[in-house]
């Protein structure tokens, strides 16, 4: 007989795998919605105080769930974030999960446990729409005109329709079930991030095709033209695959769509990686001239009506109240990010960071803290929680929810925090770790960032990033914005603090 596990804060039996409504012997687990924004900061949403763009959509979410002031992405930029949130661990514990280049091997290994394969030992049908930005293929495997494997479905997706990297970057097509869609045949798309290909033209070289955007100067989007932009990388044939910046948003919110309504009578996870506010920004025309702050401010609009059509289709099919929607973002926000899109110029006294400091690539604390929303009408009461959490703890949590035990080799660093998701914990973590470039903890009102050494990531300087060669300290309380250095003065929290990371560097891997 299988041992029944109980959840007071669930109010749910989980019976084994899944949780089993006692009137009708129909599956009672809720069903788990993850919108993960690109790019979007602290300060971008109305709901976190925006007054420049109104987002109605997530405000929705936060009016009727729970908002977090201090919530964490693991790392400052996408793929160390976004590896860290699927896998429970550390991307710092590896040395090949940096930004990934459009043509990155597969970076979590099928070998791995993962949370969408925990999710289907839970019984859920899993799907992965949106940006990916984690490699795919390998080094034998990587055909892009055939099956691309290991990709999604070998990490436990049972279906995916991704980008396979940012928008960015090339290639610029969608992979459904890992095989590129509407590929001819006839035209086969080839990839490089070593050398152009001959007779393809160039950004750098003809600027005169790049109708849509151009780049900002010496930043490298200066290589392979689509849709008249220039992008990182380069690549020929595919013509007939390629996407429509101004569709990306239509094309995959559709596809997050129709996964829930083939899904809708069953138990499903659906991770949902928007792209709107990534550069290159084209929104819509629909959406162009909504707010007064360009493309990006449109984009954020954009991306709030995506979140509009999810809640549409569960509201329709009567699933929503039951259902976990989890909005965030994979990091903080940059402005001038390789394009001239008058971002900064027109951004006024709109703050993407809010009160904090940096942004995407920074160690402060506007790199990782981010917008994190929790809406379960079923089971939890709206409110706003200062607890600290981390989005390294969704797959723990998510394990949590549906009974699971997971293995030693399993998230570890990964930890039930279903509580402080809930509202019901208002303490949260005792720290949370943040990656970028350096290492830094945060536990209770201090702030520490690891000494470090290099070059800061272009757009921003050393001083913007947090690279610094001296330890810093920052009593959160009373400087939010992490303008005052108190490392000198404070010898014993510094030691206190920089034990954590050496602690957790040390901890064997596995849980």
């Not at 479905?153 to 969608?174: N, Q």
């Not at 689509?226 to 013509?239: A, E, L, P």
């Not at 039930?416 to 998701?421: E, F, P, V």
């Amino acid at each position: 007989m299988k041992k029944i596990i109980y959840f007071p804060l669930l109010g749910t039996a989980v019976c084994g795998n899944f949780a089993v409504h006692a009137a009708d012997g129909k599956s009672d687990q809720p069903n788990v919605v993850v919108i993960l924004a690109d790019d979007i900061g602290y300060g971008d949403l109305s709901a976190y105080g925006a007054h420049r763009v109104k987002t109605p959509n997530v405000d929705r979410l936060a009016s009727n769930g729970v908002r977090f002031t201090n919530a964490h992405a693991v790392a400052a930029t996408s793929t160390p974030s976004r590896y860290s949130l699927l896998t429970g661990q550390y991307a710092f514990r590896r040395k090949d999960t940096g930004i990934a280049r459009g043509d990155a091997f597969t970076i979590i290994k099928p070998e791995q446990e993962t949370l969408p394969r925990m999710m289907q030992q839970a019984g859920y049908t899993t799907g992965v729409v949106g940006k990916w930005h984690l490699g795919i293929g390998d080094e034998k495997s990587q055909d892009w005109n055939g099956f691309l494997t290991p990709g999604p479905k070998d990490l436990g997706f049972d279906y995916s329709y991704i980008m396979a990297a940012t928008g960015d970057r090339v290639p610029c097509v969608y992979l459904e079930n890992q095989r590129i869609v509407n590929l001819d045949p006839n035209d086969p798309v080839e990839v490089s991030y070593e050398k152009p290909f001959p007779g393809e033209p160039l950004g750098k070289d003809h600027p005169e095709m790049l109708t849509v955007l151009k780049p900002s100067v010496n930043h490298g989007h200066d290589m392979a033209i689509v849709n008249g932009v220039s992008r990182i990388g380069y690549m020929r044939g595919g013509k007939s695959a390629l996407w429509k910046d101004e569709n990306i948003a239509d094309s995959i919110t559709s596809k997050a769509v129709a996964f829930i309504e083939k899904n809708k009578e069953n138990p499903f996870f659906l991770y949902f990686g928007t792209n709107d506010i990534h550069v290159p920004r084209v929104p819509h025309p629909r959406f162009r001239g909504q707010t007064e702050m360009g493309a990006r401010g449109d984009a954020i609009v954009e991306f709030d009506w995506s979140v509009g059509q999810v809640i549409a289709a569960l509201e329709k099919n009567g699933i929503l109240e039951n259902t976990i929607i989890i909005v965030t973002s994979d990091n903080g926000p940059v402005v001038d990010d390789g394009y001239q899109d008058r971002a900064v110029e027109l951004l006024g006294d709109h703050k993407p960071w809010g009160p904090l400091r940096g942004g995407k690539y920074s160690a402060f604390d506007a790199g990782t803290r981010v917008p994190f929303i929790v809406h379960w009408p079923a089971k939890m009461k709206a409110g706003i929680s200062n607890a600290l959490v981390s989005q390294i703890d969704m797959y723990a949590s998510l394990a949590a929810l549906n009974g699971q035990t997971l293995p030693e080799n399993a998230a570890p660093d990964s930890q039930n925090q279903l509580k402080s998701w809930t509202g019901k914990d208002k303490k949260g973590r005792k720290y949370v770790m943040e990656q970028s470039g350096t290492l830094s903890v945060i536990k209770g009102n201090w702030k520490y960032i690891e000494p470090a050494k290099g070059e800061a990531y272009w757009p921003l300087t050393n001083t913007e990033t947090g690279i610094n060669p001296e330890p810093q300290l920052y009593d959160l309380s009373k400087d939010i914005g992490e303008k005052s250095n108190v490392a000198a003065q404070n010898p014993k929290k510094v030691a206190e603090l920089s034990a954590i990371i050496q602690n957790v560097k040390n901890t064997p891997k596995t849980r």
